[in-house]
């Protein structure tokens, strides 16, 4: 079977070419290629010998997944829904700022954590994604943007997609031995080029995982916090159950000591009624004195069946405030891309379920 080379990172591209008797300077020349350029087939590589074309045709490929919908809703979010198999789509979303674009890209067709507010929780797990099928959506996103093809293509300032956050369907740190590789390709000077500090992974607070990513390639790092104390976020974000805040907390130290220079930026999405009181607000502030963080709000986007209310923006603006006079630095998530379900928490995709999860919890289970 022709190896996928879009989802080699530098060293298992090396180790490609070895295994063809090429060198390794080949194999950097293929990645820019198929990367900063966005080489679709290896007839476009004019600077490669024909016959190490001819030899890369028949052993390898670049497949990236099909696009099956691709919609723009009037803010300029875009949302491409991608099938990886003949079964599961997942989807990758753009999201156009001041200053920055932001692509939002999915690790797993589905997600095991069942997290009670989550849409993709409410899906069920399928599969892991592929390295492949991981960067391939930003492959795909930066061809659709009109980046590669540009004279001086990425990484020549002009690029649509200054940032990466693994926050769309699935739990990057239950499939590092792809999300790592693709991290890798991101920050790669012959891959994307972006800064470490512009690729972001979040977790729902796997420890190992979040040990293993320190280790092997330590990109910053967001946490899905969700709630001040066990008692609530065992029910809001099940894996709690296993890795309580206090592990937690001393995860996120850890991962600090790796990344000097980083802080954690904690995920918070507001629930009413559930997590957004001014009481919750000062015991958050307990947390955060134990790890240089910061706080991102996100207002809950309802998905049918969900259980959940967003929480009234005036109490948005005062849970935020009550953590700015506690000293810790808070942004509020705009909402964006209402019109095409392309809001955090909303990423859907197709799963074919193997894990038959149809529970919803009731709201008033999970009130406080
Ligand atoms: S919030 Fe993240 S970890 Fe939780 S169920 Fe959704 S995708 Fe999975």
Redesign the pocket.
């Known amino acids: 079977m022709a190896t996928n080379l879009l989802g080699l990172d530098a060293q298992g591209m090396e180790r490609f070419f070895a295994g063809l008797g090429e060198k390794p300077f080949r194999a950097r020349q293929v990645l820019k290629w198929i990367h900063r350029r966005g080489a679709a087939g290896f007839g476009e590589m004019t600077d490669i010998a024909r016959e190490l074309r001819a030899k890369l045709a028949a052993s390898a490929a670049i497949e990236p997944p099909a696009v099956a919908g691709d919609s723009s809703s009037a803010d300029g979010t875009r949302k491409w829904l991608l099938k990886v198999d003949g079964a599961n789509a997942v989807e990758a979303v753009f999201i156009p700022e001041e200053g920055r674009g932001t692509l939002c890209v999915s690790s797993q067709a589905g997600?095991?954590?069942?997290?009670a507010?989550?849409?993709?929780?409410k899906q069920g797990f399928n599969r892991n994604l592929s390295a492949a099928e991981i960067v391939g959506q930003l492959w795909l996103a930066n061809r659709a943007l009109g980046v590669h093809g540009r004279a001086g293509a990425v990484g020549a300032g002009n690029r649509a997609i200054s940032n990466v956050v693994f926050m769309g369907?699935?739990?990057p740190t239950m499939n590092l031995d792809a999300v790592i590789p693709a991290a890798r390709l991101m920050i790669d000077e012959n891959g994307y080029g972006l800064s470490r500090r512009r690729v972001t992974v979040?977790t729902?607070g796997v420890v190992p995982g979040m040990d293993r990513l320190a280790a092997e390639c330590p990109v910053a790092l967001a946490v899905?916090l969700h709630a001040p104390d066990d008692a609530l976020r065992d029910r809001l974000?099940p894996?709690n159950r296993k890795y309580p805040i206090r592990e937690l907390l001393k995860a996120c130290n850890r991962y600090l000591e790796r990344a000097p220079r980083d802080f954690i930026t904690f995920e918070y999405v507001m629930l009413e009624g559930v997590n957004d009181s001014d009481a919750q607000a000062m015991a958050l502030l307990g947390v955060a004195a134990r790890v240089r963080c910061k706080f991102n709000l996100i207002p809950f986007n309802p998905f049918p069946d969900s259980g959940f209310k967003r929480s009234p923006a005036e109490r948005v603006r005062r849970f935020a405030e009550v953590l700015q006079r506690g000293g810790i630095t808070v942004t509020t998530r705009k909402t964006r891309g209402d019109g095409i379900d392309a809001a955090c928490?909303q990423l859907a995709g197709e799963v074919a379920d193997r894990t038959r999860r149809s529970r919803t919890i009731p709201i008033e289970e999970l009130r406080a």
């Open positions: 997600c095991t954590l069942d997290c507010f989550c849409s993709t929780g369907m699935g739990e979040s729902s899905s974000v894996v928490g």
